[in-house]
Structure formats: structure tokens, C-alpha cells
């Protein structure tokens, strides 16, 4: 079955420093690949998704990712933070179109001024 | 379009008790899915609903189960509730693509 796994559960970064957060996925077959925000007390926000093509996907709010099979990696950058992007981010995998998603613990994302 | 909703937004129930949790899907979806959210924690997958059977299923007791209604809402019920299952849960819906769509979800607290 697929998995994630997410290193670090907390990350702090500047203000306007880079934001890199790390994925790493199992999967049996070729993934389709996700990262979501939440922010306290609210839902999962879709930031960007890898199906298949392009393997450097554009998301939301400036951020993007890489799917690197070679290393069976997904991370999230944004060259530059912002104090907004405070909240926590979750990487997913997912094996089918029937959108059975698995995601990792996530990463605590910390921006300070 | 008012997204996906969930209600209630939070409840508190006691050892044992039996919990409803309902949810609406966005205009023009068709699938739901449920995820339980413990503290600290990422979403863990409980099920999914299709044309209102159970498409697929997470790693859940049979104390968890669920309905989806002809207009696509959908209901998960939890019976005889252990702390334990103090948690955030989450719906959310789709149409036949990968893009999932999260409601706020409910908090759960059982005493």
C-alpha cells in the first residue's frame, strides 16, 4: 500500500527566507501526489497535485513542487515566506482515480518576523 | 457555491454513546469520503462513497459506517464510542478527478 512520509515536523523559517518542506512517497504504482494546508480550526486546502506530465507543478500562494521519481520525492518550496503561510502542510499519495488518499503526519510550519 | 459542509461543527458524547456526523458535497460532486484527524496527526482514510455504496475502506472497525443519500450528502456514524475516537473528522468530496475538496469538518470529544 502507498505511504508518506514527511521529515520534520516542524520547520521555522524568516520572513522572505525559502520555505522547503520534504516528502517522500511508497508506491506500488506511478502515484498521483498532493500537498494540502490547514489552518487551525479549518479544513484541507488543495496548494498543488501531481498526476502525470510536467514533474515541477505550480500551486497556489507561490508555491510548487517537484515529483523526482528517481527519489521517490515530492518536496514544497516557496523561494520567499510570508507570515500567511504559517500553518500546517500535509503530503499525499494517491494510487487510483478512486482518490484513496494517504497522507503523512505533517510539517508545522513556523514563520518569523 | 457554498463548498463542502459538515455539521455539526462540534460535539462532545460519552463513552459508549452512538454519533451521527453529516456532510454535504459541492455543487456537482459525486463522491465522498471520510477521514478521521487526531491531534497532531495527519488524516487517516475511513471510507468512501460512490452512487451510495461504500467504495472503498481504510483500516476502520465495523463501529464506523456511513450512507450516502441519493443527492449525494453523506453520514458517518460511529457506534459505541471509546475516547479514542476524540478527533477532527473530515469530509470531502469529488467528481471522477483526483482534486479532493475538504468541508471545516467536526471535532469530536468523548468523555
Known amino acids: 500500500a502507498q505511504s508518506v512520509t514527511q521529515l520534520g515536523s516542524h520547520v521555522s523559517v524568516s520572513e522572505g527566507a525559502l520555505v522547503l518542506l520534504r516528502c517522500n512517497y511508497s508506491s506500488s504504482v506511478p502515484p498521483y501526489l498532493f500537498w494540502y494546508v490547514q489552518y487551525p480550526n479549518q479544513g484541507l486546502q488543495l496548494l498543488l497535485k501531481?498526476?502525470?506530465?510536467?514533474?515541477l507543478v505550480k500551486g497556489i500562494n507561490g508555491f510548487e513542487a517537484e515529483f523526482k521519481k528517481s527519489e521517490t520525492s515530492f518536496h514544497l518550496t516557496k523561494p520567499s515566506a510570508h507570515m500567511s503561510d504559517a500553518a500546517e502542510y500535509f503530503c499525499a499519495v494517491s494510487e487510483s482515480r478512486n482518490n484513496d488518499m494517504r497522507f503523512g503526519a505533517g510539517t508545522r510550519l513556523t514563520v518569523k518576523p | 457555491d457554498a463548498g463542502v459542509t459538515q455539521s455539526p461543527t462540534h460535539l462532545i458524547k460519552t463513552r459508549g454513546q452512538q454519533v451521527t456526523l453529516r456532510c454535504s458535497p459541492k455543487s456537482g460532486h459525486d463522491t465522498v469520503s471520510w477521514y478521521q484527524q487526531a491531534l497532531g496527526q495527519g488524516p487517516q482514510f475511513i471510507f468512501q462513497y460512490y452512487e451510495e455504496e461504500e467504495r472503498q475502506r481504510g483500516n476502520f472497525p465495523d463501529r464506523f459506517s456511513g450512507h450516502q443519500f441519493p443527492n449525494y450528502s453523506s453520514e458517518l456514524n460511529v457506534n459505541a464510542l471509546l475516547l479514542g475516537d476524540s478527533a477532527l473528522y473530515l469530509c470531502?468530496?469529488?467528481?471522477?478527478?483526483?482534486?479532493?475538496?475538504f468541508g471545516p469538518g467536526t471535532r469530536l470529544t468523548v468523555t
Open positions: 501531481y498526476t502525470t506530465g510536467a514533474t
Open positions: 470531502a468530496s469529488s467528481y471522477n478527478v483526483h482534486e479532493q475538496y
